[in-house]
């Protein structure tokens, strides 16, 4: 069985993938079929797929992502939930080929498909629900560029993603900032440049609390002696990052001041 896998060509992952996962959701016993057996050995889908995946040779396995971007590609024109679950496999398996797939969504305003939604069917409940499986949706997709940092090409993603303006809410700012800040710890000031237009409006909308959770993750990342040489950076508005690095008991980092004297 296995060996009937690992010849398949990019366009038969393809097909088997989006077939299985539609098969499973309408409760197929034989989804995935010829490794169906294979299908349930773990608590979610994603884990079985990704145990199949780990027992190819690398050039099935560079076959077998191929075939999850030539699903992706096909978006919307796939159903969301099968789109959903390739890109949790994608993340999984830390399949990079998505990422120019991701960039040709925000280019084409295919982020902004309201998926799965008879545009006839004008009833407002129907449009509301659409509009939140929409925001899921980039969320999502958001929430995977991140967790694929710092690969290369993440970055690129995420700051294109963060430029949809009609999607990119300001709760979102301290995943991104962390994540850009893992890619990139060199750049924490063009990072918090990004991001600080929505830093802002966190604080006015919900008075933003998790401030010392973000310093000591983005210490984890950002060296001390980094955020020493450009503390000079920091603005007004970047406040409240500086006291959370420095100032109270939660904070990560302490000043020490030395005298003139000392070398």
């Not at 990079?96 to 280019?107: A, T």
């Not at 008075?207 to 210490?219: D, Q």
Request: proline share 4%.
């Amino acid at each position: 069985m296995f060996k009937k896998t690992e010849n398949f060509s990019a366009e038969k992952f393809a097909e088997w993938l989006c077939k299985g996962i539609n098969d499973l959701r309408n409760g197929k016993v034989e989804a995935f079929h010829p490794l169906h057996y294979l299908i349930g050995k773990n608590d979610d889908i994603i884990s079985d797929l990704s145990d199949i995946y780990d027992t190819l040779s690398g050039e099935a396995q560079k076959r077998f992502q191929n075939g999850i971007v030539l699903n992706l590609q096909r978006y919307p024109e796939i159903k969301g939930y099968v789109a959903r679950n390739l890109l949790y496999l994608a993340e999984r398996i830390g399949c990079l080929n998505i990422l120019p797939v991701i960039n040709s969504w925000v280019k084409q305003g295919k982020l902004f498909y309201l998926p799965e939604w008879d545009p006839y069917n004008s009833k407002r409940n129907n449009y509301k629900r659409a509009s939140e499986e929409r925001q899921e949706f980039f969320a999502l997709v958001l929430n995977i560029v991140a967790e694929l940092t710092p690969a290369h090409g993440a970055v690129h993603t995420l700051r294109k993603l963060i430029g949809v303006k009609e999607l990119f809410y300001y709760s979102y700012a301290p995943m991104v900032f962390i994540a850009l800040c893992r890619a990139e710890p060199e750049k924490i000031i063009s990072h918090l440049d990004l991001l600080r237009d929505h830093f802002r409006t966190l604080y006015l909308n919900e008075g933003y609390t998790g401030t010392y959770t973000t310093a000591r993750r983005i210490v984890h990342y950002v060296a001390p002696e980094i955020i020493a040489r450009n503390l000079w950076q920091f603005k007004e508005e970047d406040q409240w990052l500086l006291k959370a690095l420095f100032s109270g008991n939660q904070a990560p980092l302490t000043i020490v001041r030395k005298n003139k004297e000392e070398k």
